[in-house]
C-alpha cells in the first residue's frame, strides 16, 4: 500500500474540519479506499471529481460504496460541496443511517431547503417527532422559508406528540406560505387535527378541500370513531364510498369500532360482508375487530365462530376473545381460553391478564383471580401494570375485601391514579363503607378534581345513607369545579338506524306512545313485586317525583321503542354509555317477564341478558 491511500490521511483533514463531530471521524475510520479509482480521479480537476463522486453515487447500491464515495469528498475537501453531501445524505437515509446523515446535516453551513426537508421528514419516519419539530423551528430561524414538502411532516410531528398548540402555529405559517390549497398539506392538517381530538377544525379543512384523497377520509373517519362520534363515523363511511374513495384497512378498522361502541349489529355485519368481498378478512387485526364487534353487539356466539374460524390467531387475537367472554360473564369460559391459548404455545402479556382478571372479577371468580395474578409474575414472567391492579383492586373490592384492596393500593410498585381509587369507591357504595368511602374520594379528587363521575358515586353513597346535607355539598363542588356530569344515554338499532334516548327524552316521535307503554308497564311490575330503589335518584325529592325520575332513565325508554316497534318474541338490544343503576337493573327483569323478551343491556363494564325475571349477571356488577 502507497502512503497516499493510507486511509488516515484523509480523515486528519476530516478532524481538521470537523473536530466538533467526533462521531463522524470515529465512522469514517472503518472506511477503506480504492486505490485505482483515488489515483484516477485525482489527476482531474476540482469540478470534474465532484463530478465523478456525484456519477459514482448515482450508480452506488451498497453502504460500503457509498461509504467509499464519502471518503472521497473529505480526501478532496469537497465535504462542503452541497450538492454532493445533500446526495450522500440521501443514499445514508435509504440504508436508513440517519446517524451519518444528521452528521453531514450539521456539518453543512447552509442547507438548502430540500435538505432540511430530507431531515424534518427522516426524524418523523424514525418516530422521534420532538426532534422533526426542533428542525422546523431552527429551519424558520435560519431564515429558511418551509415549503409544501416541509409543512405535512411538520403537522406529522405535531399529531404524533398531540401537540395542538404547535399544530395550530403551523396551520398559521402554511397558510402565509401560501400553502393552503396544497392536497397533502390539508390531508396532513386534518389529520393533525383529528388526531389533537379537534374533530370540528378536522372538519373545517376537510369541508374547504376542492379534492379529497383516502389519507384525509381516513383521518376524519378515524378522527371521529377515536373521539366517540360514532354516529358520525358511519356516514362519513358511506359518504367516502359514496364519493369512489374505496376505504383501507384503517378506516374499516374505525367503523368497526363504531359499530361497537353502537352496539349496531346490523350495520356491523354488512361490514363483516363488505371485508370478505374486499378481502380484508385475512388481515388478523380486522378479523379480531370483527369478533370484538360481534361481542359487543351482544351475539358471543358469531364471536366465537369466526374466533375458531380464523388462523393464525395471536395475543391480540386471544386477548380479545377472552375479555368478550369476561363482559359476558362467563368467567369460566374465559379461563379455558386462556388455558388453551397457553397449550397452544402463545405468550400472554400484560393485556391478556387484564382481559383474565377482570374476566374473574365479572364473574365473582375471587380464588381464581388471585391465581392468575400470582401466576402472572411467577409463571409468566409478566410485571403487573397498572390495569392489571386496577382489575385486582376491583376484584377484591367486588368481593368484599375492602381492606385488601386499599392495602394492594397502598404497596403496589406503580403509581396510583384515580381510576384504581374509583374502583375502591365503586366498592365501597356496594357495601355501603362511607367511611372508607370519604378517605378514598379524598385521594381521588386530589388526582382528578374534575371528574364527574366519582362525585356523582361518592353522592349516591351519601344519598344511600339520606346524608342529604353532604349531597347538596357535592352538587354545589362540582358546580363550583365546573364538572359537568355526563348525560346518561342509551341506544337502540332498528331498521338500519341507531336510535338514541337520554334521560325523560321527548325528542322521539313517538314518545307519546313510548311514555303511555311504560305507564301500562307499572302496574304489572307493582303486582310481581317491584318496588322502585329510590336510593338511585341523587336529589331530596318526594318519593313519587322519584319513582317518575328513575321510570324515564333512558335504558328504559330504548326497551319500551325495541317493544313498540319489533314483533313478539324479538330481543331487544341495548347499549348504554354509563352504569346501568339498580332500580333499572331491576326493572328491567320484571319487564322481561311481562313482555315475554330477551334484554340484553350492554352498560360501560359488561353486559346484562335479562331473561324470564332475571339477569345473568347474578346482580354483581
Ligand atoms: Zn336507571
Ligand atoms: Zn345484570
Redesign the pocket.
Known sequence: MRSLLNPILPFNIGLALHNRFSNLIYLCTSITLSPNSLEYISNKPIHEIAFSIYSFLQKCTSLSCLKKAHAKTFAFGLQHDTHLQTKLAILYISFNRLDITSILFECMPNPCSYFWNIMIRAYVNEGRFRRSLELYRMMMEKGQRPDKFAFPFALKSCAGLSDMQMGKLIHQHLVCCGCSNDLFVNAALVDMYAKCGDIEAARLVFDKMAVRDLVSWTSMISGYAHNGYSTETLEFFDLMRGSGVKPNRVSILSVLLACSNLGALRKGQWLHNYVIKTGFESDILVATSIMDMYAKCGNLGLARTLFDETRGKDVVCWSAMIASYGIHGHGRQAIDLFNQMVKNGVRPNHITFTCILSACSHSRLLEEGKRYFHLMREEFGVAPKLSNYTCMVDLLGRAGQLSEAQELIETMPVEPDASIWGSLLGACRIYGNLDLAERVADRIFQLDPFHAGYHVLLSNIYAAKSRWNEVEKIRKMMAQRGSNKVQGFSLIEFDNLVHKFGVGDRSNPQSEKIYSLLDELAAPMRRLGYVPLTD?VLHDIEDEAKEVA?AY?S?RLAIAFGIINTSPGTTLRITKNLR??G??HNAIKFISKIVNRVITVRDMHRFHHFEDGGCSCGDYW
Open positions: 338511585f328513575l332513565h335504558e346501568i343503576c332500580d333499572c
